[in-house]
């Protein structure tokens, strides 16, 4: 029986090393939630990436605060489960608030892994002992700026790189990236800025030979952005309108988008993300993993979902400097020259979280007992 004596909320603030700017604004800090759940000496982690604000997903920090500790909480508690993968059936009364089931089930996750003194990557099935990293970056306020970043990750070795876009931000900087880096693995993501309005705009993007253009329509649709597939050679990939293996087996089965990146803080946890991911090898889809700025917390997790064999393209799990001066686990996570990241082999998420770290960032704490 998975049954913690104690869970701890923490919500932290971390300054990021460099702003990001996607098209629903910019942050200079990240806000997330930790999860530590304690059981029989061994401690247990997960991270609900949720931000201060509902601007990717309906979701925050403070909701996920709220919807833990007044309903998922007490569910586990009333219904202790035997194994992380009978959550998603314990909280299915619960709609939506997928952010905060997904931070819970990791904690649990690392503790049963823990507890078995076998990597979360084992027990996920994953199979990769190094994963391939990419990296996203941020809408610049020049192009110039951009044109430097792009330059220095490339230099660090990452294996792809995303650009943000956004109307007005788009043709001309693709086409100076394409001018700089003609070769290097390139795609962008709009983060639903655009409509079917910019249909002949959108096509445009065919002629930088991106390896897709991520979630360019409205964060719910899977049907415009089938219109849209039809008319473009660039193949769609949806992250926001992908909430569940079904919606994914849906948005396949309409031909809306050609690949998913699956964030497992977006559908629910680890094992929805297993699911969508069974669902897309079986439809023969790549996917990768995708990102929400997260701490070492949220890494880790990504690092061991993303040793499972569908994970076929470069992912957003970036090293732990491009984000942070000093992230809250040791060792960081460390982005190789060959643009790769080693799976850890020692048990649960294979990163020792260092509290002392966590706390120095907490500006929230709640115990639940
Ligand atoms: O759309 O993938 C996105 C960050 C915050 C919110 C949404 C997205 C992103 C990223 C960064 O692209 C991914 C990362 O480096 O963690
Ligand atoms: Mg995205």
């Given at each position: 029986?998975l049954?913690?004596h104690r869970?701890?909320?923490?919500?932290?603030r971390?300054?990021l090393l460099?702003?990001?700017?996607t098209s629903f604004g910019?942050?200079d800090a990240?806000?997330?939630?930790?999860?530590r759940v304690?059981?029989?000496?061994l401690?247990?982690w997960?991270?609900c990436p949720?931000?201060?604000?509902?601007?990717y997903?309906?979701e925050?920090?403070?909701t996920?605060?709220?919807v833990?500790r007044?309903?998922l909480v007490?569910?586990?508690?009333a219904h202790?489960?035997s194994?992380?993968?009978?959550c998603?059936?314990?909280?299915?009364?619960?709609?939506?608030?997928?952010?905060?089931?997904?931070?819970?089930e990791?904690?649990l996750?690392?503790?049963r892994?823990?507890?078995?003194?076998?990597?979360?990557?084992?027990?996920?099935?994953?199979?990769r002992?190094r994963?391939e990293s990419?990296?996203?970056?941020?809408?610049?306020d020049?192009?110039e700026d951009?044109?430097?970043?792009?330059?220095?990750?490339?230099a660090?070795?990452y294996?792809?790189?995303?650009?943000k876009?956004?109307?007005?931000w788009?043709?001309?900087?693709?086409?100076?990236?394409?001018?700089?880096f003609?070769?290097?693995?390139l795609?962008a993501?709009?983060?639903s800025?655009?409509?079917?309005?910019?249909?002949?705009?959108?096509?445009?993007?065919?002629?930088f030979?991106?390896?897709?253009?991520?979630?360019?329509?409205?964060?719910?649709?899977?049907?415009?952005h089938?219109r849209?597939q039809a008319?473009?050679?660039?193949p769609?990939?949806l992250d926001?309108?992908?909430?569940s293996?079904d919606d994914?087996?849906?948005?396949?089965e309409l031909?809306s988008?050609r690949?998913?990146?699956i964030?497992q803080?977006r559908?629910?946890g680890?094992?929805?993300?297993?699911?969508?991911?069974?669902?897309?090898?079986r439809?023969g889809?790549?996917?990768?993993?995708?990102?929400?700025?997260?701490s070492g917390?949220?890494?880790?997790?990504?690092?061991?979902i993303?040793?499972?064999p569908?994970?076929?393209l470069?992912?957003?799990?970036?090293?732990s400097?491009r984000?942070?001066?000093?992230?809250?686990?040791?060792?960081?996570?460390l982005?190789?020259?060959d643009?790769?990241?080693?799976?850890?082999?020692?048990p649960?998420?294979?990163?020792?979280?260092v509290?002392?770290?966590?706390?120095?960032?907490?500006?929230?704490k709640?115990?639940?007992e």
């Amino acid at each position: 029986m998975l049954r913690p004596h104690r869970l701890d909320l923490l919500h932290l603030r971390l300054p990021l090393l460099h702003f990001f700017e996607t098209s629903f604004g910019r942050v200079d800090a990240q806000e997330t939630l930790l999860v530590r759940v304690e059981a029989d000496g061994l401690v247990g982690w997960g991270e609900c990436p949720a931000s201060a604000g509902p601007f990717y997903s309906s979701e925050t920090v403070v909701t996920c605060r709220y919807v833990l500790r007044e309903f998922l909480v007490p569910l586990l508690r009333a219904h202790p489960v035997s194994d992380p993968t009978e959550c998603g059936a314990l909280f299915r009364g619960v709609r939506g608030h997928r952010m905060a089931k997904a931070g819970l089930e990791m904690a649990l996750w690392d503790l049963r892994a823990r507890r078995e003194g076998r990597p979360l990557s084992a027990l996920y099935g994953g199979n990769r002992k190094r994963i391939e990293s990419g990296v996203s970056l941020g809408i610049e306020d020049r192009v110039e700026d951009l044109l430097a970043r792009v330059g220095e990750f490339i230099a660090r070795g990452y294996r792809r790189i995303k650009v943000k876009i956004k109307p007005g931000w788009d043709l001309a900087v693709l086409e100076s990236l394409r001018e700089r880096f003609p070769d290097v693995p390139l795609m962008a993501d709009a983060n639903s800025a655009y409509t079917l309005d910019d249909l002949a705009h959108l096509k445009r993007l065919d002629a930088f030979r991106l390896m897709m253009v991520e979630q360019p329509l409205a964060y719910e649709d899977i049907v415009d952005h089938r219109r849209l597939q039809a008319e473009m050679a660039t193949p769609i990939c949806l992250d926001e309108s992908i909430h569940s293996a079904d919606d994914a087996r849906r948005a396949l089965e309409l031909g809306s988008c050609r690949i998913i990146n699956i964030k497992q803080a977006r559908v629910g946890g680890p094992t929805e993300a297993r699911r969508l991911h069974d669902v897309c090898a079986r439809a023969g889809a790549p996917v990768w993993c995708g990102g929400l700025l997260e701490s070492g917390v949220g890494r880790a997790h990504n690092v061991a979902i993303s040793s499972l064999p569908g994970f076929t393209l470069p992912g957003d799990v970036s090293g732990s400097d491009r984000y942070w001066k000093e992230d809250v686990v040791e060792p960081p996570v460390l982005v190789a020259p060959d643009g790769t990241i080693q799976v850890p082999t020692g048990p649960g998420l294979g990163y020792e979280v260092v509290e002392e770290r966590v706390a120095r960032w907490t500006v929230a704490k709640e115990t639940l007992e």
